[in-house]
């Protein structure tokens, strides 16, 4: 089915708004654990959550009545695709409600670390914005008096000016650039995701920062499925095939497969994750500590929570970084301001 812009524009409109998902995920679990049937939650949690989108309970009711999944009504909802994995998955082995409360924990803890970035952005944003305009505002006033006083006093002040000028327009270098790169990266970031997953998979881990990434969320989100599954009782070849046939996390079904085949082929699901490379390399060290305590399931899910920790540790790093960077930027602009003021002045000293 094509869809035109407009169209595309009111189905965008058709979502949960992320700073609600985790409520709204929350208390599906929770009403889940009382004996209320999926529909009967959504039809409860609709008006308070959606009540601002029209015919959105309708379209709800028709995706049930078709015999779609919860998992394919969340995601109709906008909820990310990583969470929409979990319920996926959660829906195979029968422990829905489990990982509903996670994903609500994980969506929760996201929009705490975005209102955070947004709590340490926002001041030296006003500043950088308030910086560029007073520099605007001495290239409009300062500079063209300061350049009719030079001009009349010396005939060669054609170099100081031209120093003047750069150190007047340094803010915008650096809002050029960065606009360059998150256009470029915008760009690369579209290229991607048109590969297939073998093909994003290589790129991603040829640069280094993203392939450490890559691989922590790789092994964080697959030890914490193929754990679900097996502590539900599937077989590894039940699990890794369910994870397989999803189609929410092209990359982790591409691994998946790869893994299957060398099971299959006789490897131990040990030996096949070293083999595969995508995973950090304590992945293979639990997996092989579960295959031999008989407890897989529960070594898988450790890690995942251990790992998760990890990422959060890691964010709250960036995000620590993020506002001394602008803090930095603006300290530079300040001194370029201070110095483009004072060296014409001090060469109109000389001239007295």
């Known amino acids: 089915m094509k869809y035109s812009p407009m169209r595309l524009l009111r189905d965008r409109k058709k979502r949960l708004p992320s700073k609600v998902q985790g409520d709204f995920i929350k208390m599906l679990a929770i009403l889940i654990e009382e004996g209320y049937a999926v529909n009967e939650v959504i039809d409860m949690l609709a008006p308070h959550h959606l009540a601002h989108i029209e015919n959105v309970e309708e379209v709800i009711h028709r995706k049930f009545k078709e015999g779609q999944s919860l998992s394919d009504i969340l995601l109709y909802l906008g909820l990310p695709k990583y969470t929409i994995m979990s319920i996926y998955v959660a829906e195979q082995h029968c422990r829905l409600t489990e990982a509903l409360t996670i994903a609500a ?13 947004y709590k ?12 560029i305009l007073l520099f605007i505002g001495f290239r409009v006033f300062f500079l063209p008096t300061m350049t009719s006083m030079l001009a009349e006093s010396r005939s060669d002040a054609d170099l100081e000016l031209m120093l003047t000028k750069l150190l007047l327009h340094l803010p915008d270098y650096f809002v050029i650039l960065g606009a360059i790169f998150f256009i470029v990266g915008g760009i690369l970031f579209q290229f991607i995701r048109r590969k297939n997953a073998g093909e994003q998979l290589i790129i991603y881990f040829k640069i280094p920062i993203i392939k450490r990434a890559v691989q922590l969320q790789l092994t964080r ?40 085949d060398e099971v299959v082929a006789g ?10 490379g995508y995973f950090l390399h304590e992945f293979q060290r639990y997996i092989q500590h579960g295959e031999q305590s008989g407890n897989l399931g529960q070594e898988l899910q450790l890690l995942s929570r251990f790992l998760g920790e990890r990422m959060g ?28 003021i004072m060296l014409p002045m001090y060469n109109m000293l000389d001239l007295l």
């Open 313 to 340: 540790h890691s964010i709250e790093k960036v995000l620590a970084l993020l506002q001394p960077l602008l803090f930095s930027l603006i300290a530079i602009c300040i001194i370029a301001a201070y110095l483009a």
């Open 120 to 131: 340490l952005l926002t001041y030296p944003i006003v500043l950088i914005i308030f910086m």
């Open 105 to 117: 924990q994980q969506l929760q803890q996201r929009q705490q670390q975005k209102a955070q970035m």
């Open 267 to 276: 490897e131990s699901l040990s030996c096949a994750t070293l083999n595969n």
């Open 221 to 260: 989100q697959f030890s914490f499925e193929l754990g679900a599954l097996l502590l539900s009782g599937l077989s590894i070849q039940v699990s890794l095939n369910i994870l397989i046939q999803q189609k929410h996390q092209k990359m982790l079904a591409y691994i998946a497969q790869q893994i299957m």
